[in-house]
């Protein structure tokens, strides 16, 4: 079975997250970041002393990009690009993620939140914050128009399957109300109102004005029907549900989108 070195709060969590969206069964192997990585037999698989790392079988693989790459293109569930020009666009995005976006994105989240306060600086925050609008900027002007790595929308099957959606400010009300509750089993914070895919897809286009086409793909096998979250726990324990319908999130969305034009 394939093993995943590394805790989940971590850049471990992007290869649990393609690992669970190829819904392939793994095994991860909690190496913590603090002193465990730098043991030496944890050295013999990654000799960075870093984690994630991946083995599969005979290949033992570091970096969690390349460990995406690998997993998306060897457990094709559709995820991987159809063309030689698609993949260069996955390529071009990943690469991007970790030589334009990642170091001042960490560096905000280090000085703001995951360093223990005495250890914050909040002049480094303030000027990777400044940093990371360049490339966040990109990437919207880039989500406004085509997709990252295609034009057409793609719809599996005939687009009847339900998927739940809720708009940010729904989600992060939901975590303010969940971290003030002392509460610590897991709490579903989603939209238990079902939309269709097919239904999606046209709301988006309709809002976009977009041109692109739908096109219709064969259903995976495992493509699940219905996704209906079960929210009871969060309205008994924090009084909340979403609030925003989807297609107000999706115009506010858009929205936000256009108002900053792409200057870089
Ligand atoms: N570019 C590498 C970076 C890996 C990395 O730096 N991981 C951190 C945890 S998120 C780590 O292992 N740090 C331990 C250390 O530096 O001792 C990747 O994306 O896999």
């Known amino acids: 079975m394939i093993k995943l070195y590394g805790v989940p ?25 603090i002193e465990e990585s730098r043991k030496p037999e944890y050295m013999k698989i990654n000799p960075n002393g870093h984690i994630p790392a991946l083995q599969d079988g005979d290949l033992t693989l570091f970096e969690s990009l390349a460990i995406n ?4 293109r060897k457990y094709d569930k559709g995820l991987w690009p159809k063309t030689i020009e698609g993949e260069a666009k996955a390529y071009q ?18 000085n703001r939140a995951f360093l223990p306060e005495t250890q914050r600086d909040a002049k ?9 609008k360049t490339p966040l900027k990109v990437l919207e002007g880039q ?20 998927r739940s959606f809720q708009y940010v400010s729904d989600l992060i009300e939901g975590f ?8 610590h089993e897991p709490v579903n914070l989603g939209n238990p109102q079902e939309f269709a895919l097919l239904e999606l897809a046209n709301i988006v286009l309709q809002v976009t004005g977009s041109r ?14 219905v996704r209906q979250p079960n929210i009871t726990r969060a309205r008994e324990l924090l009084g909340w549900e979403p609030d925003i319908p989807l ?18």
């Not at 709060?9 to 393609?18: E, V």
């Not at 989500?143 to 339900?162: N, S």
């Not at 692109?212 to 495992?222: G, T, Y």
């Open 9 to 33: 709060r971590s850049r471990t969590a992007r290869a649990i997250w393609m690992l669970e969206e190829l819904q392939i069964p793994y095994e991860n192997v909690p190496v913590s970041f």
């Open 69 to 72: 790459l690998y997993l998306a």
């Open 93 to 110: 995005w990943s690469i991007w993620a970790m030589t334009e976006l990642e170091e001042p994105l960490l560096t905000v989240l280090l």
């Open 124 to 132: 480094k925050a303030d000027e990777a914050a400044e940093r990371v």
């Open 143 to 162: 989500l406004t128009g085509d997709y990252l790595a295609g034009k057409d929308f793609t719809v599996y099957g005939a687009g009847k399957q339900t």
């Open 176 to 183: 303010i109300r969940l971290m003030a509750a002392d509460y």
């Open 212 to 225: 692109s086409e739908i096109v219709f793909e064969a259903l995976p096998e495992d493509d699940p029907q």
């Open 247 to 264: 297609e107000d999130g999706l115009r506010r969305t858009i929205e936000n989108l256009r108002l900053e034009p792409i200057g870089v």
